[in-house]
């Protein structure tokens, strides 16, 4: 797979939220929770680009993820893909990149949404269930 990784800047916000709206809106509309101001709200919050890449595919910027380095664990944010290159072993990738951190990883993920078969394809283990989102961890084999 070509796959690059590329630094992620604050002039980068716009395109980025119109493609977490794009990756999320369907999962969103069936928990009648689909709002692009809370959208653009919460990737504020969480909008810092030194933990942000961007995921680039022949050339063209397909998606984009978080690490968040936190105390002996990485948090995973924001595994965004566009709609066009889901399901083509993108997020796999991402993942496989991730674990070899050797660190354990928590992620949330939205009820509803066909992101939780896939964490749990990947090793994820369901911690948590909240109201609108899933808890996950994945823990390096000892």
Same mark, same amino acid.
């Given at each position: 797979m070509n796959l690059a990784l590329e630094p992620v800047v604050d002039a $980068?916000?716009? &395109?980025? #939220? &119109? +493609? =977490? !709206? $794009? &990756? +999320? =809106?369907e999962s969103l509309e069936r928990l009648g929770r689909f709002n692009p101001e809370v959208a653009r709200a919460r990737l504020k919050a969480q909008f810092h680009p030194e933990w942000m890449r961007h #995921? *680039? =595919?022949d050339g063209e910027r397909v998606g984009y993820f978080t690490v968040e380095p936190r105390e002996g664990e990485l948090r995973l944010h924001h595994l965004y893909l566009t709609p066009a290159v889901q399901g %083509?072993? !993108?997020g796999a990738w991402v993942i496989g990149h991730v674990k070899q951190r050797g660190l354990p990883i928590s992620l949330a993920a939205l009820r509803e949404s066909r992101a939780n078969d896939f964490y749990r394809r990947h090793g994820f283990r369901v911690v948590q *269930? %909240? $109201?609108? $989102? !899933?808890e996950y961890r994945w823990e390096p084999e000892a």
């Open positions: $980068d916000f716009e &395109a980025m #939220l &119109a +493609l =977490r !709206i $794009d &990756a +999320l =809106r #995921l *680039v =595919r %083509q072993g !993108i *269930v %909240q $109201d609108f $989102d !899933i």
